[in-house]
Structure formats: C-alpha cells, structure tokens
C-alpha cells in the first residue's frame, strides 16, 4: 500500500513516517510541504519523493495520506485528499472550527474514503484493560473520572492561535475526551472551563482545568497543562482515574519505561518500552485500508472531542457552563 505523508509540521509525522517504512504492507513513497528545506530533508531521509505541488502530489499512486500540517490546515488537506481519492488519516483535532469539522466529514463519505482520525492513546493496552475492567462492572457505577494530559510547551505554530486554533485546550483535552467517551459510550452534555496562560509569555493557554458532565450524570476533570518544565525526562502525561461505587482505578498509560540517564545529551529521560500506540495506530489505519474496514477512530470521534474544546473556551470566554447542545457553532 502507498502512502503519502502531506507535511512534517507535526512532530508526530516522523514516528508516522517510521512506521510505515518498518511496516509489512505499507510503502511511503510521496511527501509533500509546503516547506522545502523541511521536505526535501524528510524525502531523503526515507528515500521517497518529495513534491512541492500539492496537486501533483495527490496525482501520484499513493492510495492514502496521512494529514500532520498545522491545525488549521487540516481542512484544505482533507478536502482536497478526499476529492482525489484518498484514504485519510488526519492528526488531532480534526480542525479547529466544528462547521469545519463536519464538512470534512462529509466530504469524505461522499468520495466514499476513509476518515480517520489520530488518537494514538486509544490504542494502548493499558487504556483497553482500562474499558474492560470498567465494563466488567469490578468497580460498579462509574461516578466521576479525573484524568490529566500535561506537556511541556511544544512552541513554533502550536502557540500561534491562527495555526494551531487554541493552546493546551486545544492540543490535549482531545485525547482524554476520546478515551472517556471511548470507555463509557457516554457523550458530553455540559462543559465548565478555565483556561489562562501562567507558565510562558505566549498569545494562548498554557494551563486550565476542564470540569464535564457526561449524559450519564458521570462528572469528569480534565487537566491539559503545558506545565512540564524543559528539564522533565519526557514530553507529558496521560493519566486516569476512574472512581466507581465499588472502588476506583488509577492507570497511568506511559509508565512503563526505563529511566535512561544520557550523558551525551547531557539529560535524564524516560525511555518507553511499552506499546508503541504510533505503530498501532498505523497499523490500524492500514489494514483498515486494505480490508474496506471502519477505523478504531473516526472522524466522527475528532468532531465530538472538538465540539468538548470549542465548549471548553466559549465557557472559559463567558465564565458559565456551557451546554453542547446550544453550543454557538463556527
């Protein structure tokens, strides 16, 4: 299977690229950027062509794309992927206005190709026993959920509102939001935020705490701060934990590592030997594409968890909770 990676401007397209390479069925023969000295550099690196047109990129023989370019874009990449035949895996959020989002999605149902969306998180083994041991009802009726994606600030196009959309909301309370929806077969109904920027002199948010109520009556937190400061041993945090009227469970989804204490880079860090979630994301999507099967994660999914950010920052904005169902629609 061919694939094309449609820009590097994510860091994730290069665990993305990775995959594909080591992958028994998959090919990455095409990049495009719209930065040349980025895309040339990545084509060399992985022996493919690199296309500075991106119609002519989507003219080529890949039969599917994978959407990493800033938040912003993700719209006119989809769309035109869409209208040339291609199979799509879009890294999160799916957008950055709801209007947007569903237009996509649209789109992509009626050229009859696949949308899916990139929540690596999903996909791993520590969040799958999470669902099971909830729904085999261990710990009874879920009756709050507290759950954190910290980071450290990622910098470049992420804090610039027109590229990225928003900050910390916007980068990580989309992977917490499609795990809990995930696990509970819950949507959301009402949203109460505050968001501020306290860490770094930037235009968007740096730290907030997200508090949700799901349909069910469920009442979730969500923590997605760029709190980590530049000397922590790895990027951030996914943690969760899921109290119920029998007992509660606490997961932390990249515990499992080694700590590696790098003289030649003069750092300590973490080093993973868990699941790689990238890999099985991939993996997914390929074999998805291959089968005619439906994605782990849809572009469904990326429209709910970005109806919960767009919540988030209208009620952060009005000082009020804010119901998804009256949500103001851009």
């Given at each position: 299977?061919?694939?094309?990676?449609?820009?590097?401007?994510?860091?994730?397209?290069?665990?993305?690229?990775e995959?594909?390479?080591?992958?028994?069925?998959?090919?990455?023969?095409?990049?495009?950027?719209?930065?040349?000295?980025?895309g040339?550099?990545?084509?060399?690196?992985?022996?493919?062509?690199?296309?500075?047109?991106?119609?002519?990129?989507?003219?080529?023989?890949?039969?599917?794309?994978?959407?990493?370019?800033?938040?912003?874009?993700?719209?006119?990449?989809?769309?035109?992927?869409?209208?040339?035949?291609?199979?799509?895996?879009?890294?999160?959020?799916?957008?950055?206005?709801?209007?947007?989002?569903?237009?996509?999605?649209?789109?992509?149902?009626?050229?009859?190709?696949l949308?899916q969306?990139a929540?690596?998180?999903r996909?791993?083994?520590?969040?799958?026993?999470?669902?099971?041991?909830?729904?085999?009802?261990?710990?009874g009726?879920?009756?709050?959920?507290?759950?954190?994606?910290?980071?450290?600030?990622?910098?470049?196009?992420?804090?610039?509102?027109?590229?990225?959309?928003?900050?910390?909301?916007?980068?990580?309370?989309?992977?917490?939001?499609?795990?809990?929806?995930?696990?509970?077969?819950?949507?959301?109904?009402?949203?109460?935020?505050?968001?501020?920027?306290?860490?770094?002199?930037?235009?968007?948010?740096?730290?907030?705490?997200?508090?949700?109520?799901?349909?069910s009556?469920?009442?979730?937190?969500?923590?997605?701060?760029?709190?980590r400061?530049?000397?922590?041993?790895?990027?951030?945090?996914?943690t969760?934990?899921?109290?119920?009227?029998?007992?509660?469970?606490?997961?932390?989804?990249?515990?499992?590592?080694?700590?590696?204490y790098?003289?030649?880079?003069?750092?300590?860090?973490?080093?993973p030997?868990?699941?790689?979630?990238?890999?099985?994301?991939?993996d997914?999507?390929?074999?998805?594409?291959?089968?005619?099967?439906?994605?782990f994660?849809?572009?469904?999914?990326?429209?709910?968890?970005?109806?919960?950010?767009?919540?988030?920052?209208q009620?952060?904005?009005?000082?009020?909770?804010?119901?998804?169902?009256?949500?103001?629609?851009?």
């Amino acid at each position: 299977m061919k694939i094309g990676i449609i820009s590097f401007a994510h860091m994730h397209a290069l665990s993305y690229a990775e995959n594909i390479v080591n992958h028994a069925h998959g090919e990455l023969t095409a990049i495009w950027d719209n930065d040349p000295d980025r895309g040339s550099k990545m084509s060399k690196q992985f022996n493919c062509n690199y296309y500075s047109d991106l119609d002519t990129f989507l003219q080529s023989d890949i039969e599917a794309v994978i959407i990493c370019s800033e938040n912003a874009n993700h719209k006119e990449h989809v769309m035109k992927a869409a209208k040339a035949k291609k199979h799509i895996l879009c890294e999160k959020p799916i957008a950055t206005e709801i209007g947007d989002a569903k237009e996509m999605i649209d789109v992509c149902n009626e050229e009859n190709v696949l949308l899916q969306v990139a929540y690596p998180v999903r996909y791993s083994p520590v969040i799958k026993q999470l669902k099971k041991i909830v729904a085999s009802g261990k710990i009874g009726d879920v009756v709050a959920i507290n759950g954190t994606n910290h980071g450290q600030l990622p910098g470049g196009w992420f804090v610039e509102k027109e590229l990225s959309g928003g900050g910390a909301a916007t980068d990580h309370v989309v992977h917490v939001m499609d795990i809990i929806r995930w696990i509970l077969s819950d949507e959301v109904k009402d949203v109460y935020a505050e968001l501020d920027t306290r860490f770094y002199d930037i235009d968007v948010e740096d730290c907030g705490i997200v508090t949700l109520e799901m349909e069910s009556g469920v009442i979730v937190t969500i923590d997605p701060s760029w709190s980590r400061p530049k000397t922590f041993p790895t990027w951030g945090d996914v943690t969760m934990e899921v109290t119920g009227t029998k007992g509660s469970i606490s997961i932390d989804a990249l515990k499992q590592h080694t700590l590696f204490y790098n003289d030649a880079k003069n750092a300590v860090q973490h080093v993973p030997w868990a699941a790689d979630t990238d890999q099985l994301l991939v993996d997914d999507f390929i074999k998805c594409v291959t089968e005619g099967n439906q994605p782990f994660t849809t572009g469904e999914d990326g429209l709910r968890t970005l109806e919960v950010v767009k919540g988030a920052y209208q009620s952060a904005e009005a000082n009020e909770k804010i119901i998804l169902d009256k949500l103001e629609l851009t």
